[in-house]
């Protein structure tokens, strides 16, 4: 039995978290407070089971730094927070036999590989007669709850998100579990520094370390601050990454410092109207993104639209360093991939332009991009990210047609007219006017920002070459 029990001990409840590494608005941790005896949380560094896709180094060290704060934060509520590394199917009933626990509790998953572990672990535990509860905490909507009057599941945004919201209002998120003093049964526990999930040597993480603060403290700090000063506008601005219109939640979403119900009753909290809207908007592609992990696993590897299989795809290591490293002679883009390796993060416009731009002028292939951008994003989230890079590629569901492609020069023009995002990341164009920091390559050899490189690519060439190229998929 994984809970025979001791005279005069009363029963542990195990919480394993995952991606819910918060205190409040956390239901697996909420319900394991309203039973007797002590709570011992537990986290499971796995990246050696079958299926489960190691974290990116930015991820990794979002997660030591969130990791850090939660210990913390649990420790004040008498809760203990237990580090284990290794397959979550032989590590989890091993922690709760360890615990004397007579119940498990965990909020869902909706990976296929997380999934089949999670029902794998529950089975274990119940065939020992440990109790298994489970709750929905990162999804407004769990992806089997809404489905199309035909087909498996939706596969266009509108109508999914019409669906979502004819739901109603989202629950009211909980608060934070009262649960001091209670004794916890002692549990070896790995040291988190142990596990490296900093870099070291050498140290590339100091732009990081700038831009953002992991942890539940932080994301709710990143809220009230979107609230109080970026929510206003946020409809007309929030395609521009000159200004700071955007809420940046996307890392602390991701690894579940906030929930979405709190992010949700927040902002509806506020003034009603179209910037409060669109900002939801935004919370329903995230939830578009799992419904199509959920009911397409392998979305990260494989083309959602399968003509695409055919597609030539051009192997060209030089210019996909060219453009990881920033040194493509297009400065929007540049900007964006300087951003992205300088603080884990690029704003949603430019993903686009910068994707685009890999895609479909350069042509080369969705996953690298994809998989950098899983290694450099501190919001590198297996379901937005490659539901993203596929609705760029035309690949994917709800996609944008082959013939969008993204002109980074007019996006430039349009979304940083002033060229105030780009100099801040591409400082070689301090000197070039306006008018042509979009386009330095046409300013001269006086203005064309010292070193700054040449294109590596004729816009109007390779857009005429991809036109021809996606023209030629079949069907």
């Known amino acids: 039995m994984i809970s025979a029990g001791k005279p005069g001990q009363k029963e542990t409840t195990l919480v394993w978290l995952r991606d819910d590494l918060r205190i409040r608005d956390n239901p697996a941790l909420h319900a394991a407070t309203l039973r007797d005896g002590a709570v011992v949380a537990l986290y499971v560094l796995d990246d050696e089971s079958d299926g489960i896709r190691p974290l990116g180094a930015a991820s990794r060290w979002w997660l030591h730094g969130s990791l850090e704060r939660l210990g913390d934060a649990l420790a004040a509520l008498g809760v203990p927070l237990v580090l284990r590394r290794g397959r979550s199917r032989e590590v989890v009933p091993a922690a709760a036999i360890a615990a004397n ?10 990976g296929s590989a997380e999934a089949a572990i999670d029902r794998d672990v529950e089975t274990t535990l119940t065939e020992h007669g440990c109790a298994v509860e489970t709750f929905a905490a ?9 489905r199309p009057a035909s087909g498996p599941h939706y596969r266009v945004f509108s109508p999914f998100w019409k669906a979502a919201l004819d739901q109603g209002e989202p629950r009211k998120p909980l608060g934070a579990p009262d649960i001091r003093n209670r004794r916890a ?55 521009r990454p000159d200004c700071h219109a955007t809420s940046m939640l996307s890392p602390h979403l991701r690894f579940g410092e906030i929930s979405p119900f709190q992010v949700w009753h927040a902002v509806r909290s506020g003034e009603p109207g179209n910037d409060a809207e669109k900002f939801l908007t935004e919370l329903g592609w995230r939830e578009f993104s799992w419904h199509l992990l959920f009911h397409n696993p392998d979305l990260a590897s494989v083309n959602f639209q399968k003509k695409f299989d055919a597609f030539a795809w051009r192997d060209d290591r030089t210019s996909l360093e060219a453009w990881q490293r920033g040194r493509t002679g297009i400065p929007m ?24 731009f890999l895609i479909k002028n350069l042509m080369i292939d969705w996953r690298e991009g994809e998989a950098w951008f899983w290694d450099t994003l501190v919001d590198a989230d297996a379901a937005n990210n490659p539901a993203s890079w596929q609705w760029v590629a035309g690949s994917g569901a709800d996609a944008a047609p082959y013939f969008r492609i993204f002109n980074p020069v007019l996006q430039g023009e349009k979304f940083d007219p002033e060229g105030r995002y780009v100099r ?7 000197g070039v006017p306006d008018r042509m920091i979009h386009k330095p390559w046409k300013a001269g050899a006086s203005g064309s920002g010292g070193d700054y490189p040449q294109p590596i690519a004729d816009l109007g060439e390779t857009r005429r070459r991809a036109l021809s190229a996606f023209k030629d998929l079949p069907g």
């Open 185 to 239: 049964f002692p549990l070896d526990t790995d040291v988190l520094a142990d596990w490296k999930l900093r870099p070291t040597r050498p140290d590339w993480s100091g732009g990081l370390a700038e831009t953002w603060r992991p942890g539940e403290e932080g994301a709710r700090d990143r809220l009230e601050d979107f609230l109080d000063g970026g929510l206003e506008g946020y409809a007309a601005n929030r395609d």
């Open 424 to 430: 801040t990341w591409v400082p070689e164009l301090e």
């Open 333 to 356: 883009v540049d900007a964006g991939m300087r951003q992205l390796w300088h603080s884990g993060w690029m704003h949603n416009r430019v993903r686009m332009v910068a994707a685009s």
């Open 101 to 110: 626990a007579g119940a498990v509790y965990w909020n869902r998953r909706y």
């Open 138 to 146: 990162t999804l407004l909507h769990e992806p089997w709850t809404l």
